[in-house]
């Protein structure tokens, strides 16, 4: 078993509908992200999966949520975009594209900050 970690990054503003901190009012962060990706076997030549093809993809989804108001966005229209939410929001996200027989995305890690991040991954 081999596990693939590609990391990116993002800036973008939101804010948090009903609670009680400053957080209720529009702020923005610069995200990190990263996506772990579980993979079986390796091929003829060695690879589990191309890391160019897993960079596209990640980043057409950066590339939706890159200097926008999150709380505009689709998603997150009746879900606050917490970190939790968008860490959930990539997973789903990423795993259409690149879950396959030999390889699935374990985990979706996203920082806020330098110190603070959360990783959201399913079937624990």
């Known amino acids: 078993m081999y596990k693939l970690n ?17 957080c209720r009012n529009i ?4 995200w990190k992200v990263r996506i772990g990706i579980l ?14 093809i897993v960079k596209a993809e ?3 989804i950066m590339n939706k949520l890159d200097h926008t108001m999150l ?3 689709e998603y997150f229209n ?5 970190s ?3 860490s959930k929001f990539i997973y789903k996200e990423i795993s259409k594209t690149l879950n396959n027989d030999n390889c699935c995305v ?4 996203v920082w806020e900050s330098e110190k603070s991040s959360i990783t959201y991954f399913e079937n624990a």
């Open 27 to 30: 702020h923005g962060h610069n």
């Open 71 to 73: 709380n505009e966005l």
């Open 84 to 86: 939790e939410n968008i």
């Open 106 to 109: 374990a985990d979706v890690e």
């Open 58 to 60: 990640l980043a057409k």
């Open 78 to 82: 009746k879900t606050n975009p917490t």
């Open 6 to 22: 590609v990391t990116s990054h993002f800036s973008a503003a939101h804010k948090l509908v009903g609670y009680n901190g400053p």
């Open 39 to 52: 993979c079986k076997n390796s091929d003829e030549i060695g690879l589990t999966i191309d890391f160019g």
